[in-house]
């Protein structure tokens, strides 16, 4: 059963043209990055706009004991919430499977690119590391969250400046932030195309969400290195159109990247 | 009473944080509100009203508020907070919930849910009033049915003074505060939240009380200023 959105959308696309008359490979407007929206709380914070899709990300930086099969490494734990403040179609209660699958692939594409050392983020071998707590909200859903999250959690990181961490107490002095960034090694930029009907389209709002074929996230972390993707929706896709979205999101890459610069 | 002459950040007794507004922030919602005091900023979304389930939860008289307050898992002083709800959190969206059904007609609704969602991305005290007000907006902004606009506030006792709207630092004073925090409606001033926890004298509770009254009637102010603007500018 083709639900009559998709007809609409399907027929609309078959001739050239989307719904809010983009261009099947441009983004929404504006995408806007503003840092330090929680700068008070958080180390590191910022709100993403993709039109008018809004993600804010923030960052809380904690100190653990680092896991005992990697003893000199930190690491990042990323999270976020699909609130029902944000769409009609979000419940209230704990992450669903879909918030889930969010955080799973912004956390691979920062994880897997090695944007950050977690090397670097060792206090003390075996004893004491850093923890970057990465938590995304969506505060306006209006399509492609998975893109506006990624932007909002890298732009975070980018934003965050390191608390004192007193070695003698073994406690952080959330209260004195220090001039020390986190570093970026790499930029994970993740594009999401979706596929409807025989077209592939950047950056879909809910109604091409909801008429969509396949989607495929692809996290690049630089001009022709991947790392990370996703498939979602029902329908297979070829492996000629995979190395199609793959060279889309490849090209797409230093358009969004320009935005964190 | 420890002594407390001069307020942390400058402000007279009955002086508010500065204040932003801005109505219909979040798209999706059917109505919604972005409030800003000091540094507590608080988005407010309402959908509704839409079909309730589980359907024995309807009311065939009127339709119910539900309401949802929520602190994003950063937006805290110091360590990183847990995401989802706790007991603080589950009773402020009960008195929050409280506070505005009092100034809300629902009866043209029955059988229906009108849902609030009240998020903060960063805090500095007062974030249940902070809430409150916002979503005040944000149900206006819904086009729902509201007797009477309410302004929520933090009043009490920093020491030995009766001050308004407390931040964070004066909420934690070493010689003692008393936090109270109040919504109260535009028209005839009247109560529609109160909490109190802290040893207080009569008279500086009503001192403060009455100072409350003086200083909700500021943010109606930029309430109503900002539910204009979104509606002069749509030509309503």
């Known amino acids: 059963m083709v639900s009559e959105l998709k007809l609409y959308v399907e027929s609309l696309l078959n001739k050239g043209k989307r719904t809010d008359l983009r261009r099947f490979d441009e983004y929404r407007e504006p995408i806007t990055i503003e840092y330090g929206v929680s700068s008070k709380s958080a180390e590191g914070s910022a709100r993403v706009t993709l039109g008018e899709t809004i993600v804010i990300a923030g960052v809380k930086l904690g100190v653990d004991k680092p896991y005992p099969d990697n003893p000199d490494e930190g690491t990042i734990i990323v999270n976020s919430e699909l609130l029902p403040l944000s769409s009609p179609d979000f419940e209230a209660g704990p992450p669903d499977v879909n918030a889930i699958e969010l955080s799973r692939i912004v956390d691979r594409a920062i994880r897997e690119s090695k944007a950050l050392d977690f090397k670097k983020l060792c206090i003390k071998r075996g004893e004491k590391c850093w923890i970057v707590f990465i938590d995304i909200y969506s505060i306006n859903d209006a399509g492609n969250l998975f893109d506006a999250a990624n932007l909002a959690a890298l732009a975070a990181l980018k934003d965050a400046r390191f608390p004192k961490y007193d070695t003698e107490t073994g406690t952080v002095k959330y209260d004195e932030r220090t001039e020390k960034h986190i570093e970026l090694e790499k930029m994970p930029i993740s594009c999401t195309i979706l596929k409807i009907g025989k077209n592939f389209i950047f950056d879909p709002t809910i109604d091409e969400e909801n008429s969509m074929d396949a989607r495929l996230t692809v996290a690049t972390a630089d001009n022709d290195t991947i790392c990370a993707m996703q498939k979602g929706g029902e329908t297979p896709l070829s492996i000629d159109e995979i190395k199609t979205m793959v060279d889309m999101a490849l090209n797409k890459r230093e358009e969004l990247l320009q935005h964190l610069k | ?236």
Do not use: W
């Open chain 2, 1 to 236: 009473m420890t002594q407390y002459s001069k307020r942390f950040d400058g402000r007279k007794a009955d002086e508010l944080r500065p204040m932003e507004a801005m109505v219909g922030v979040i798209k999706r919602a059917d109505g919604s509100a972005m409030f800003k005091i000091g540094k507590t900023v608080a988005f407010a979304a309402v959908y509704g009203p839409r079909a309730l389930h589980p359907t024995y939860m309807r009311n065939p008289e009127k339709g119910i508020l539900r309401c949802n307050y929520n602190m994003m898992a950063f937006a805290g002083s110091g360590d990183r907070v847990k995401p989802g709800p706790n007991r603080r959190s589950k009773e402020i969206s009960l008195v929050t919930k409280k506070a505005l059904a009092s100034v809300l007609d629902l009866s043209e609704f029955p059988n229906t849910v009108i849902d609030v969602f009240i998020e903060f991305p960063q805090t500095d005290a007062g974030t249940r009033c902070a809430g409150i007000t916002a979503a005040v907006m944000a149900l206006a902004d819904a086009g729902l049915i509201i007797k009477d606009m309410v302004s929520a506030l933090s009043v009490g006792l920093v020491g030995d003074s009766v001050v308004v709207d407390l931040c964070k630092e004066e909420e934690d004073f070493e010689g003692g505060a008393v936090d109270i925090p109040v919504a109260i409606t535009n028209k005839d001033s009247k109560i529609t939240l109160l909490q109190l926890d802290g040893l207080i004298k009569k008279e500086q509770l009503f001192r403060a009380l009455d100072l409350g009254k003086e200083a909700a009637k500021k943010i109606h102010e930029v309430q109503k200023k900002a539910l204009l603007e979104k509606f002069t500018q749509n030509g309503i």
